[in-house]
């Protein structure tokens, strides 16, 4: 799982963003996790917190609401000039929607050791067989957004 050295320093307030996203997850009991599409001129285009619970939906990803709300907004199903920032290494299905997507980036925060598909358990973003490969940047604001799982986990144990 390597980390690449030039993180650009507004990976780091898109996080920010991000971060607020999956603390409004919080409100209605799902997983706190958040994302935020970004265009190419820093502007949000798309922001989602997972919503499984709340929408009975198991595809109601932070990922997928994000990328679904910058499509609408932009009136197109490519993405290929956004970045997609979320609080936790994306799954096989948000990862296969941001190469559906055509991103060109995604950033993430922590690490999910059982259910990645970012680098971790399964590399669907850089697989050489598919048609499209992302650009991987992990580990951005790491600590904050694993202590927000980890604390989420913790009260409900």
Known sequence: ??????????????MGL?????????????????????GPGGTVLGAGHN????????????????IRAAAARLGRWRLDDCTLVVTLEPCAMCAGAAVLARLPR???GAWDEKAGASG???EVLREPRLNH?????????????????RDFFAAHR
């Open 51 to 66: 919503r499984r619970e709340v929408d009975a939906d198991p595809t109601a990803h932070a990922e997928v609401l994000a």
């Open 133 to 149: 490969w992302v650009q991987v940047y992990p580990r951005v604001r790491e600590a904050e957004c694993a202590a927000l799982l």
């Open 120 to 122: 971790s358990v399964f």
């Open 1 to 14: 799982m390597p980390v690449p050295l030039d993180v650009p320093v507004q990976h780091h307030a898109w």
């Open 18 to 38: 991000a971060l607020a996203e999956a603390a409004a997850a919080l409100a209605h009991d799902d997983v706190p996790i958040g994302a935020v599409v970004v």
């Open 106 to 108: 995604v950033v993430f």
